[in-house]
């Protein structure tokens, strides 16, 4: 028989002694991991609402983009060969200018920025550009996928698509300079419709629901929820589709306007805390 020089064997003493550093290391992260806090989600506001004061609003306008500006409302109605590009007094609900879209044209939603309407279409891939003053069309604009809503920072053009995307595009170039993603807590937010940026905010319509999400421009993240259950005119009950669309904001005067398609009514409206 051979035998094991001292070397050998405290070579093999040593690979039989314990892993002292490896099994005090998975016992601290055992410890670690026991005593951890839990992460619980986050708890968004949801808001209420009143009513301020209602007026009048054409049953038969498609509401597609809304907004508030110098005093009148400009309106973006949709159908096919029924869309429209719309100035309209607040308190009468009276149509003071109206610009009609080419039938083949689904017109979706709209904004004002640097004295110019931007106005987008459903699948045509197009926008159109327009004279404030007059409606009168100027040009066009080109982008990929669908056109929903559309709103602005001031700077960029902001647009939705129907999914949790929202693009911030150059108006000089059409280009896209940035993308954020909307997320419901873990789940995307999808069917992000009608868009306005109010006080560093985008208010977003969510189609089908009486619900308005409050969006962090910066991150997509959902900063408080505003709940319009109960708005919504008894006659447009009856079709599914006159659904809540439309949100505009009189900066000036902080007053918040929401309406919907086929609404008989566009309300004003004050948050409250639920």
């Known amino acids: 028989m051979r035998t094991q020089s001292a070397g050998t064997l405290a070579l093999l003493l040593f690979l039989t002694l314990p892993a002292c550093g490896d099994g005090g290391s998975a016992a601290n992260n055992s410890s670690a991991q026991a005593t951890a806090p839990t992460v619980t989600k986050e708890e968004v506001p949801v808001y209420a609402y009143e009513i301020v004061e209602s007026y009048p609003h054409d049953p038969k306008a498609y509401t597609q983009g809304l907004v508030f500006y110098d005093g009148m409302l400009f309106e973006s109605t949709g159908q096919y060969g029924e869309s429209s590009l719309r100035k309209v007094e607040l308190k009468k609900g009276k149509v003071k200018k109206k610009r009609d879209v080419p039938g083949q044209y689904f017109a979706e939603g709209m904004t004002i920025l640097n004295g110019k309407i931007y106005q987008l279409t459903w699948q045509q891939n197009k926008g159109f550009i327009y004279d404030l003053k007059d409606l009168d069309l100027e040009g066009e604009f080109n982008y990929e996928g669908e056109g929903w809503g559309l709103t602005t920072d001031g700077q960029s053009l902001i647009l939705s698509d129907g999914t949790n995307q929202l693009r911030f595009i150059d108006p000089t170039t059409f280009r896209v300079s940035r993308t954020i993603s909307v997320m419901d807590g873990q789940e995307p937010l999808a069917d ?25 421009p910066r991150d997509g993240r959902i900063l408080a929820w505003i709940d319009l259950s109960g708005l919504r005119p008894e006659e447009t009950l009856k079709n599914t589709e006159n659904v809540l669309n439309g949100i505009a904001y009189d900066t000036e005067h902080q007053r918040l306007y929401v309406t919907g398609k086929r609404w008989p009514k566009l309300f004003e409206i004050r948050l409250k805390k639920k």
């Not at 306005?196 to 962090?216: L, P």
């Open 192 to 216: 992000i419709n009608e868009l306005e940026y109010i006080q560093g905010e985008i208010y977003a319509n969510v189609w089908k629901t009486d619900r308005i999400a409050r969006i962090d």
